[in-house]
């Protein structure tokens, strides 16, 4: 009975398992595993939130202190100032010279997103042309983003935190964001558009396609030379499932193959 009672009380025959030493490593890290792998996303989450705030500080200073209002000469910003307020108010594309003198002319002299947009604001009473333009800030806070989630999709966090604080300080990107234009909108859908496209390019799939197809329509309302991007994207992600299409018609396996019998061998001596 004695025997019987230090035989249950042995480690692993009654209570909870032991683990061993190589088994407690294992599970430690095997917990420890999904914290290793954020604890990068979010360095990089902050360092990038530190890029965007600088460059949401530099576009906002110079377009309440340097950027130029009203514009000199000729350009499409006091387009793009009126014809929101004309869209808000029902009245359509309409050239905004004309219905300032009365008469209603329609136009579609410029892509239409931009003001569709910029009507949404004056809905909601930004109507000033401060605000308006402040508008851009938030579209190059985007384009920082975007630009540096690609450069880390491409190279790693030091790239892609290389890229964004580039794109928050970059003189053009600025000038864009401080002026009533459409490159403004038109820089953040490209941004978007060449991350979707990458992810596309490297795992194709049908609801990537329709993603990367949207952004590149929104881009090509934004501007017209957009339209471009669907032969210089779409044809290499096309030619790109042809070839893995083509890949896995090679080495697919003849279904007549598996459905052969198996020989069966005669038994041996001893067994007969």
């Given at each position: 009975?004695i ?8 480690p ?22 999904p ?6 996303r979010v360095r990089?989450?902050t360092?990038?939130a530190?890029g ?8 906002v ?8 209002w009203?514009p000199?000469?000729?350009?499409d910003?006091?387009?793009?100032h009126?014809?929101p ?7 359509g ?7 300032s003198?009365g008469?209603?002319?329609a136009t ?5 997103l ?13 109507t ?7 508008a ?12 540096g ?20 300080v970059?003189?053009i990107l ?8 459409s490159e403004?909108?038109?820089?953040l859908?490209?941004a978007v558009?060449l ?10 799939t049908?609801?990537r396609?329709?993603t ?5 329509a929104?881009a090509a309302?934004?501007r017209g030379e957009?339209?471009l991007?669907f032969?210089?994207l779409?044809v290499?992600?096309l ?6 299409r083509a ?7 003849d279904?007549?193959?598996?459905a052969?019998p198996?020989?069966?061998r ?6 007969r």
């Amino acid at each position: 009975m004695i025997h019987l009672v230090k035989r249950l009380t042995v480690p692993g025959l009654v209570g909870p398992p032991h683990r061993r030493t190589g088994d407690r490593a294992a599970y430690t890290a095997t917990v420890s595993e999904p914290t290793a792998h954020a604890a990068p996303r979010v360095r990089f989450a902050t360092w990038l939130a530190m890029g965007v705030g600088i460059g949401v500080v530099v576009r906002v200073l110079y377009t309440v202190l340097a950027a130029p209002w009203p514009p000199h000469g000729l350009d499409d910003q006091g387009y793009y100032h009126l014809a929101p307020i004309l869209l808000a108010h029902g009245r359509g594309f309409i050239e905004p010279v004309f219905a300032s003198i009365g008469r209603t002319v329609a136009t579609a002299e410029h892509p239409p997103l931009y003001p569709i947009v910029l009507t949404g604001l004056a809905e909601l009473g930004g109507t000033g042309q401060l605000v308006q333009r402040l508008a851009g800030t938030v579209f190059g806070a985007g384009t920082i983003v975007a630009i540096g989630c690609l450069g880390r999709r491409l190279a790693g966090d030091r790239a892609g935190l290389l890229a964004a604080g580039i794109a928050a300080v970059y003189p053009i990107l600025i000038t864009a964001d401080g002026a009533l234009m459409s490159e403004t909108l038109y820089g953040l859908l490209i941004a978007v558009s060449l991350l979707a496209a990458l992810r596309a390019y490297e795992t194709p799939t049908l609801g990537r396609a329709v993603t990367l197809g949207i952004l590149l329509a929104l881009a090509a309302l934004t501007r017209g030379e957009a339209v471009l991007l669907f032969v210089l994207l779409a044809v290499p992600i096309l030619r790109r499932c042809r070839r893995g299409r083509a890949r896995g018609a090679g080495h697919r396996p003849d279904a007549l193959d598996g459905a052969q019998p198996r020989r069966l061998r005669a038994p041996g001596p001893h067994l007969r």
